[in-house]
């Protein structure tokens, strides 16, 4: 059993990536990030002040989540609720720093994720993977790029869906809300920095499958 950790601000590819990675070696893919948004969700639908910090804790530790691993069929689940679009509007990416720069949320979501890697062979992404969650991984990746590049492939992906200010704050805003308790932008020590600004998704998926094969990882040929 092993674990891939793959951590990068917004746009950088990592999701992306970690799939790619996770089809790959046939094993489990898990995106942390919807399970912050999904807390936002329900904050919202609870009707729970921004600024609530407490409440919004209270929330999280008590919320029955149920997100899928599965990198060909991706779900989150909130009491058995299917929100899997959800979390992708706008008004939640607006919303979800409120839990992410939440210490007791990030707690409790930490110890949720490591449950789920404990249990099978897993590629995780987000911020925090390669320092908090899973700092014995196997492989620890920081995928960065530059701001102009991360603001292009998320309003590719959004489209229409959000305006140049709404981008600017789910891209680089919440990069430097999330950096308050998290630090994604150095490499800590053992973790190898991959620059995706110039590099498409497949370059950066077989650099990452390169690193699973010299930590001894069995990698399909």
Known sequence: MYTIAIDGPSGSGKSTAARGVARALGCAYLDTGAMYRAVAVGCLAAGIDHDDAPAIAAYCRSMQLDISTDPDDQYVRLAGVDITAAIREPAVSAWVSAVSTNPECRADLVARQQAIIAVTSTVAEGRDITTVVAPAAEVRVLLTADPAARLARRGAELGAA????????????????????????????????IDSTWLGPDAVIAQILVLARQAGIAVPE
């Not at 999330?178 to 020590?189: E, M, Q």
């Open 162 to 193: 959000v305006d140049a200010a709404q981008l600017a704050d789910q891209v680089l805003r919440r990069d430097r809300d999330d950096s308050t308790l998290v630090n994604f932008t150095v490499a800590a020590d053992g973790v190898v920095t």
